[in-house]
């Protein structure tokens, strides 16, 4: 979650007018500082998933189905009511993002969870390793039935029911990695979990490899919908090169992407099994408590530090409260370079901590229901 700030910090404070996966004009520090957080949301989703099995094995089956289908409703009413208000600062906002995604991967994980474990590991990877086999499908060969598609797996503007949308993230594969997690959560219960998730780890970091640099499958070619440059090929310097070849399709998540993103973090997973977070650490489980209470305030207040730094340096701030990058490109004039944006994302850090600290000592002294959902 401090990762994901730093990009949202980035999003809302920079200087810079074109996508940082640009390979024409980005660099590597800016790419980097991007690219770090494609590991946030497959984490997210794969530890859903986890949270889901362990709350199963304290719960009965229907204690677990009410579970994820109140927390996932929950999570889709707020994507498009308070979480796209904080992106834009325009009441009511909303579309098709990360939170949606994850509120409807579980209530599909309420009826899956019915299946036996392995099961539901089996369906997961054939829906990771397959799905690309599928991009060449595009909406409009649908008809008028295109929103389905791409919902389901195209980024993309869409109409349903008059009402015009964007869905940044289609719900395929996301939900078959949440179902993974689910797997996920009964492999943590053995003995030998460790070893298993660095074996894991080890192979699907292999797997990204050689898929990456023979381009055999795995990766969507430059079609509409995704911001990715296709296969990897060498560039004319070793940057553009490095570049490429960690730029893959997160939208929906390729098979390359996810193995680039899932291998090294159950890598680093399973080192920590185990292991006491000590010292300079010790402020990520504050923020770990209050996982959904940090997502909505750290975008309010990301937003409204914009405005407000737009203001003392004299630059152009109207537009961030007329819905910000979400409906308007970059104004001239406005932004700054990327240590600015380092240094604003640790003061940003500081002031959510302390305010994460004491939401969290409020839920330890409180047991009011409504709670739970924050």
């Not at 991007?34 to 998933?49: I, K, T």
């Not at 994302?345 to 047991?367: A, D, H, P, T």
């Amino acid at each position: 979650m401090v990762i994901m700030a730093l990009d949202h910090t980035r999003e809302f404070l920079t200087n810079v007018p074109f996508d940082p996966g640009d390979l024409q004009r980005t660099w590597t520090v800016l790419f980097l500082t991007r690219w770090v957080s494609d590991f946030c949301a497959p984490l997210f989703f794969l530890l859903a998933g986890v949270g889901a099995y362990f709350y199963g094995k304290r719960h009965n089956r229907a204690a677990l189905t009410k579970f994820l289908l109140t927390r996932g409703s929950w999570l889709v009413f707020v994507e498009f009511t308070i979480i796209g208000t904080a992106w834009t600062f325009v009441f009511p906002s909303g579309f098709f993002g990360v939170i949606w995604t994850l509120g409807v991967s579980m209530i599909i994980l309420a009826g899956v969870a019915r299946l036996r474990v392995h099961l539901i590991a089996y369906l997961g990877i054939a829906v990771i390793c397959l799905h690309n086999l599928f991009d060449f499908v595009r909406p409009a060969s649908f008809g008028g039935r295109a929103w389905v598609w791409n919902v389901l797996h195209v980024k993309g503007s869409v109409q349903i029911l008059g009402v015009r949308e964007f869905v940044a993230y289609p719900l395929l594969p996301w939900c078959a990695v949440m179902g993974l997690g689910y797997a996920l959560g009964w492999l943590l219960h053995q003995k030998d979990r460790r070893t298993w998730m660095i074996r894991i780890g080890v192979a699907m970091t292999i797997g990204f490899i050689v898929l990456r640099v023979t381009n055999i499958y795995g990766n969507p070619p430059t079609v509409g919908g995704g911001a990715a440059p296709g296969e990897w090929h060498a560039q004319a310097d070793m940057a553009k090169t490095f570049i490429l070849f960690l730029d893959t399709e997160k939208y929906p998540p390729s098979l390359q992407f996810l193995l680039m993103t899932l291998g090294p973090s159950l890598l680093l997973l399973g080192w920590l099994n185990g292991r006491n977070i000590s010292g300079w650490w010790r402020p990520l489980l504050v923020f770990g408590r209050v996982p959904m209470f940090f997502y909505v305030v750290h975008l309010y207040f990301i937003h409204a530090v914009a405005v407000v730094v737009a203001i003392l340096w004299k630059q152009p701030y109207v537009w961030l409260l007329r819905g910000g990058f979400g409906f308007n490109d970059l104004p001239d004039g406005y932004g700054h370079n990327l240590p600015f944006v380092y240094a604003m994302w640790g003061l940003i850090m500081v002031v959510l901590y302390f305010v994460c600290r004491w939401f969290s000592e409020l839920k330890q002294r409180r047991r009011e229901w409504w709670l739970s959902y924050l």
